[in-house]
């Protein structure tokens, strides 16, 4: 079975950094791109970064290029995504996703919270 | 970036009649591939989105056939023929033809 978790998610000051990982389970890593969307709680859905299956190419949304960065651990089934320069702006729950077939995201993660304040 | 607008926002419907929600993108969507990467997701109260449709009209495994989704050029459809109570939630469709993917804002559908 197929299962995405996230995990890193928390409290963090305003300016500060985090890191979020997510376990890929059912299914090796190594075959997929992958993706991280957020959702401000009751708002809408934001991609935010993608990195392809070698970790070669990455992309990020304007609003957090030169702050976040997207990694990944095929050795290691593992997604990261690296945050730095933290706003309220970035307060969301962040998801990890898996993109099958191209230009889709099948599968989703529970989500992992990260809440900026001081 | 792409803007994807979807309508209505909120949708109220009846038990076992039709509802259609729409989506207008503000550019092609057609890739250099030929393909056209537009998606719908399900996301039901405090749970993840689910796909139901992608590639604009194919239908996810699991997914009952009471969803359909159709479209071309900028507007696409998310069909539900027969309204049931586990199809309350928010719907998005999603366009991955062009980066930054970005979503509608949700279409809210509740039961009357």
């Known amino acids: 079975e197929v299962q995405l978790v996230e995990s890193g998610g928390g409290l963090v000051q305003p300016g500060g950094s985090l890191r979020l990982s997510c376990a890929a389970y059912g299914f090796p890593l190594s075959n997929f791109p992958m993706h991280w969307v957020r959702q401000v709680p009751g708002k809408g859905l934001e991609s935010v970064s993608a990195i392809s299956e070698n970790g070669y190419n990455t992309y990020y949304a304007n609003s957090v290029r030169g702050r976040f960065i997207i990694s990944r651990d095929n050795s290691r089934n593992t997604l990261y995504l690296q945050m730095g320069g933290l706003s309220a702006e970035d307060m969301a729950v962040y998801y990890c996703?898996?993109?099958?077939?191209?230009?889709?995201?099948?599968?989703w993660g529970q989500g992992t919270l990260v809440t900026v304040s001081s | 970036d792409v803007v994807m607008t979807q309508s209505p926002l909120s949708l109220p419907v009846t038990l076992g009649q039709p509802a259609s929600i729409s989506c207008r993108s503000s550019?092609?969507?057609?890739?250099?591939?030929?393909?056209?990467?537009v998606n719908w997701y399900q996301q039901r109260p405090g749970q993840s989105p689910r796909r139901l449709i992608y590639g604009v009209s194919k239908r996810d495994s699991g997914v009952p056939d009471r969803f359909s989704g159709s479209g071309s050029g900028p507007d696409f459809t998310l069909k539900i023929s027969r309204v049931e109570a586990e199809d309350v939630g928010v719907f998005y469709c999603m366009q991955g033809t062009h980066w930054p993917w970005t979503f509608g804002q949700g279409t809210r559908v509740e039961i009357k």
């Open positions: 550019q092609i969507l057609v890739f250099s591939d030929g393909n056209t990467y």
């Open positions: 996703v898996r993109e099958w077939p191209p230009g889709s995201n099948d599968y």
